[in-house]
Structure formats: C-alpha cells, structure tokens
C-alpha cells in the first residue's frame, strides 16, 4: 500500500515536471480545426486594413490569394472553407505551435487586432459550397470532382490536373489507398493523427462517398 502511494507520489511529481518543462504550450495540443464558430465578435476586424497588411508582411511571397502569390504554401483564397477563425488565430500568432515542422515564419505582431484583421479579409474571399447543387449530379465521378474544385482541396494536394506539391499527390491515390480507409479518414483527419494539418472539412456522407470515388478513379 505505502509503495503504491509513493509511486503514485512519483508519478504526479514527475508528470508535474514534465508539464512544466514542456509547458503550457505543448500540453494543449494542437488546435481542433472545429467547425463551430466562437463567436464572430470576437474575431471581429477590418477587411481593408487586414487586406493592406498582408500586402506589407508579403503573405503573397508564399500563398497564392486569387490569382497572384506563390505557391510555398497553401493558396489561402479558399482558407475560410477548412479553417475556423480560432484555428486561423492561434496559426497565425505562432504557427509552430500548430504544426512544429512548419516553414511559416512567426509574425512579430503589434497586436492582436492585426491577426483579426488578416482573418476578416481572408473571410472576405471564400466562395461557400452548395453541395445539395452539386450532389444532384448524376455521375458521381463528376460530382465529386466538382467537390474538390469547390472545397480546393489543390491549394494543397496535386490531384490529377495539378495542384500544390508538398503534402500526399493524390493523383494515383487509387493504386495505394483504399476507398473505406479513405472515408474514415476525411471524416475526421485528426482521428488518426491529432497533429494531422489535413484540415476536416466536416463533409456529409454523400460529399465523402462522391470525393473518394472521384480520388480513387482513374480519370
Ligand atoms: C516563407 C513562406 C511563408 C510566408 C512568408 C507566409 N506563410 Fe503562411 N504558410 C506557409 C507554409 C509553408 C504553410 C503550410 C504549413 C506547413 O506545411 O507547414 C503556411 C500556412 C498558412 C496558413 C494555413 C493554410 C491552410 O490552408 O490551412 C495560413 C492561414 C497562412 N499560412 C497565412 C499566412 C499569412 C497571413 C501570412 C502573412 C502574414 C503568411 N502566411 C506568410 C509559408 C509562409
Ligand atoms: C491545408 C492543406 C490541405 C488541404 C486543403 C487538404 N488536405 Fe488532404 N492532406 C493534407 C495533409 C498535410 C495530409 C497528410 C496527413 C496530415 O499530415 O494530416 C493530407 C492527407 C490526405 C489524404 C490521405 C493521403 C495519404 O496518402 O495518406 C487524403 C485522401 C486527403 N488528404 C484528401 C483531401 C481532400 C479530398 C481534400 C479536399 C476536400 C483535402 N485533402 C484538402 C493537407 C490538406
């Protein structure tokens, strides 16, 4: 009895430490890319002046936005489908926290109100999903093509006809993944791995069956 309690002593201590020299930080994980907004006013800025200030941070030197900027990373025009504005808040005020391998620099920011600002300009530029339209679409390879179009998911993945090149290329994805795997997976990206950076869509069963049958087909 008297040993279990010292190592049960032991072990609050020791988690204690190592809570404390990880820190705080690491300890909350990474961020869920929720779906379920906080409210808006909280994030609540200027479009304008979040447009001009990522034109002095040159975000563009990176991220495509429209039809201009590079392609390091994602093309953020579509950002606001897969990214809640508490995501894009704590990846935009330290994005190694998020993702500990990232080439995206930390902005030295004057003030939170700059990140609300950038977010309220990448708001602007989303066209939302009207996947009741698309999923009337008889063929489902089509369907699900137009899926990807709209959610964008090439701002990240090269998908038979292009796309960004730095994270899985999806063009053969029917020689190596298998269908059922696939739809658990966009399910919830963060079930297999809490760091996934695939972000969840929170895509319905239909738009999960069409997209997977459009990867997996050989067009
Ligand atoms: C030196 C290149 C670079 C610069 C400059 C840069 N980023 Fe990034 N950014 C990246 C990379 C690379 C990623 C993808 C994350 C990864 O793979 O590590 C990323 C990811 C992001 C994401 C998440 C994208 C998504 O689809 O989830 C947002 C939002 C973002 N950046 C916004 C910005 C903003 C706003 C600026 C300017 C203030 C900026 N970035 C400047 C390289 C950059
Ligand atoms: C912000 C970037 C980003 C976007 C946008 C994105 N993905 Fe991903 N995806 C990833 C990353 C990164 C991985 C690798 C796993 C990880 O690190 O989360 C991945 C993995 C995958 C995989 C598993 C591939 C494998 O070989 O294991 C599939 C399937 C997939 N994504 C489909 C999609 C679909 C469909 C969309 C659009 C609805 C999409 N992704 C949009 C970043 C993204």
Request: charged share 30%; net charge negative; aromatic share 10%.
């Amino acid at each position: 009895m008297r040993r279990k309690n010292k190592l049960r002593i032991g072990f609050i201590l020791g988690l204690a430490l190592w809570v404390w020299i990880s820190g705080w930080v690491t300890f909350q994980g990474p961020i869920e890319a929720s779906s379920q907004e906080t409210s808006d006013d909280e994030y609540a800025g200027d479009p304008v002046a979040g447009k001009k200030l990522m034109r002095d941070l040159d975000c563009y030197q990176c991220h495509g936005i429209g039809k201009e900027g590079g392609d390091v990373g994602p093309d953020l025009t579509n950002v606001r489908l897969r990214r809640s504005k508490e995501w894009l808040f704590q990846w935009l005020e330290d994005p190694s926290l998020s993702r500990p391998s990232t080439g995206m620099p930390a902005f030295e920011w004057k003030s939170y109100e700059e990140i609300n600002n950038i977010i309220a300009y990448l708001d602007t530029l989303k066209t939302p999903v009207d996947s009741a339209k698309i999923l009337k679409e008889k063929d489902l390879i089509k369907a699900g093509e137009m899926l990807v179009e709209a959610y964008d998911c090439r701002a990240c993945h090269t998908i038979k006809t292009g796309g960004l090149d730095i994270y899985p290329n999806l063009t053969k994805a029917g020689e190596k993944l298998r269908p059922e795997w696939d739809k658990k997976f966009l399910k919830d990206p963060s079930a297999w791995d809490v760091y996934a950076f695939m972000p969840n869509f929170h895509l319905s069963d239909q738009e999960i069956e069409a997209i997977v049958v459009y990867i997996m087909s050989k067009k």
